[in-house]
């Protein structure tokens, strides 16, 4: 009985970091020279209830924050899912090179 | 009975997003004209006979951006599902910025 | 049991399936494509499919009340498991993180054009590879 609890308990914990990766994107550039910005957002889903994919807007819209009057190029998007109970949790992480003065 | 239905047509009323891919281009440093354009489709059960719905948001973003170049593009394709399996609306949509031909 | 050994032993060797989830094209400049450097990134993760793992630990049960009690841990952890899912669930989301690097290393000049990225899965039992593959053409 005790071995397997322990082993319910193990698996749980296994389960507890479970993620999905949907598709990471690299897009083109002209060049690496610039500052590595970086934005992340997140949505919280319970049992599959949600309105809306506005986390992807916050993410893009957190990115051209960081480079306000520069060019940002070669843009990598990773877009991925981390698994849990009853809900799950959507991520978007983008990064890329914000070039200024051109 | 009735409650039962009262429910079913509740959780039916609120749509649920869930979004199938992202990809982003490179940002211009002129972000002053934001274009976008969207297409999509409702779907009924499975049936669905061609894609045309996406073929309508490179020239809807075009003749925002008449004498220029659309650059900065976040494109989004996501699925409204209304009634799981009965009824859902296929979405495609994209956003960017229109800065003038070199 | 014999037999059964070999049954899984054969159908590891030809069992293998390639799923592809998603593919992204870039913009293309012809010069860069036709004179440049093709270059190719590829990175895995292993993913585990918890519903073939217990499928196959009740191979190896005789009894069905032990089949019933991994078919409960099973449906137990799936609760902790869920969401939507591309290819086989993995243990390290970041997998991917390392390409950014590698793209810069591949092509130091950063004149990359025509990049391509796919999202695929190598499926085998129980197991699978999921994979990051980018590729590009570095102009110089």
């Given at each position: 009985m005790l071995t397997r609890f322990l082993i319910l308990i193990s698996f749980l914990g296994l389960g507890a970091c479970a993620h999905s990766v949907h598709l990471y994107q690299a897009d083109n550039s002209n060049s690496f020279k610039g500052q590595l910005i970086e934005s992340n957002s997140e949505q919280k889903v319970i049992l599959g209830f949600t309105q809306d994919t506005l986390y992807v807007e916050q993410a893009f819209d957190k990115l051209k924050q960081q480079c306000p009057s520069g060019r940002i190029e070669g843009i990598n998007t990773r877009y991925s899912t981390s698994l849990g109970f009853l809900s799950w949790t959507n991520k978007l992480r983008m990064r890329g090179y914000c070039q200024k003065g051109t | 009975m009735k409650k039962l239905i009262l429910v079913a047509l509740t959780l039916a009323s609120i749509s649920c997003t869930h979004l199938q891919s992202v990809s982003t281009s490179s940002v211009p440093a002129a972000r002053s004209k934001p274009v976008a354009a969207e297409g999509s489709r409702f779907m009924f059960m499975f049936f669905n006979f061609d894609n045309k719905y996406v073929d309508n948001v490179v020239m809807d973003l075009a003749r925002q951006c008449p004498n220029g170049r659309i650059e900065g593009i976040l494109t989004k394709y996501e699925t409204v599902t209304y009634f799981p399996l009965i009824a859902y609306r296929l979405q495609a949509s994209a956003q960017g910025y229109c800065v003038a031909k070199n | 049991?014999?037999?059964?050994?070999?049954?899984?032993?054969?159908?590891?060797?030809?069992?293998?399936?390639?799923?592809?989830?998603?593919?992204?094209?870039?913009?293309?400049?012809?010069?860069?494509?036709?004179?440049?450097?093709?270059?190719?990134?590829?990175?895995?993760?292993?993913?585990?499919?918890?519903?073939?793992?217990?499928?196959?630990?009740?191979?190896?049960?005789?009894?069905?009340?032990?089949?019933?009690?991994?078919?409960?841990?099973?449906?137990?952890?799936?609760?902790?498991?869920?969401?939507?899912?591309?290819?086989?669930?993995?243990?390290?989301?970041?997998?991917?993180?390392?390409?950014?690097?590698?793209?810069?290393?591949?092509?130091?000049?950063?004149?990359?054009?025509?990049?391509?990225?796919?999202?695929?899965?190598?499926?085998?039992?129980?197991?699978?590879?999921?994979?990051?593959?980018?590729t590009g053409y570095c102009g110089g």
């Open positions: - | - | 049991m014999k037999n059964l050994i070999y049954i899984i032993a054969i159908s590891t060797l030809v069992s293998g399936c390639a799923f592809l989830h998603q593919y992204q094209l870039g913009s293309i400049d012809s010069e860069t494509v036709i004179k440049g450097q093709r270059f190719e990134i590829l990175v895995s993760e292993t993913g585990v499919n918890l519903q073939e793992t217990a499928d196959t630990a009740k191979l190896f049960t005789q009894n069905r009340e032990s089949h019933k009690q991994v078919q409960q841990v099973q449906d137990v952890i799936s609760l902790f498991q869920m969401g939507p899912r591309t290819g086989n669930m993995v243990f390290n989301e970041k997998y991917a993180d390392s390409i950014m690097r590698a793209i810069q290393l591949k092509c130091p000049s950063g004149r990359i054009s025509g990049m391509s990225s796919i999202r695929e899965t190598a499926k085998y039992p129980v197991v699978s590879g999921e994979i990051v593959r980018i």
